[in-house]
């Protein structure tokens, strides 16, 4: 199955960075939209930044100047550069995909929101 994996996650302090990626693999398909969430313990899961397949950003007011949100088609890879992180920024970062994956079962193209299993982001004060 087509499936997300992201990497990059870790502990910094305040102030410093880390670089997200998220990379989909699997099978044939085609990726539109690409998205990075988060969740903090005991809190929703909050959209964090967007890129379209015409490489229109938007983000979340609360990382707006701090992160940067990119794509290497070619890689299949979506990237989030988080600067000057705060300990607010803590939680398990997602990866997301609005897909259409290919099915040889039925010969058909399926409309798939794709989910990665998350990667831990932690920043200490």
């Known amino acids: 199955q087509v499936q997300l994996v992201e990497s990059g996650g870790g502990l910094v302090q305040a102030g410093g960075s880390l670089r997200l990626s998220c990379a989909a693999s699997?099978?044939?398909?085609?990726?539109?939209?690409m998205s990075w969430y988060r969740q903090a313990p005991g809190e929703q899961r909050e959209l964090v930044a967007i890129?379209?397949?015409?490489?229109?950003?938007n983000y979340a007011d609360s990382v707006k100047g701090r992160f940067t949100i990119s794509r290497d088609n070619a890689k299949n890879t979506v990237y989030l550069q988080m600067n000057s992180l705060k300990p607010e920024d803590t939680g398990v970062y997602y990866c997301?995909?609005?897909?259409?994956?290919?099915?040889?079962?039925?010969?058909?193209?399926?409309?798939?929101?794709?989910w990665g299993k998350g990667t831990l982001v932690t920043v200490s004060s």
């Open positions: 997301n995909a609005d897909s259409r994956v290919w099915s040889d079962y039925d010969l058909s193209w399926y409309a798939m929101v794709l």
């Open positions: 699997g099978g044939r398909f085609s990726i539109n939209a």
């Open positions: 890129i379209t397949s015409g490489d229109s950003t």
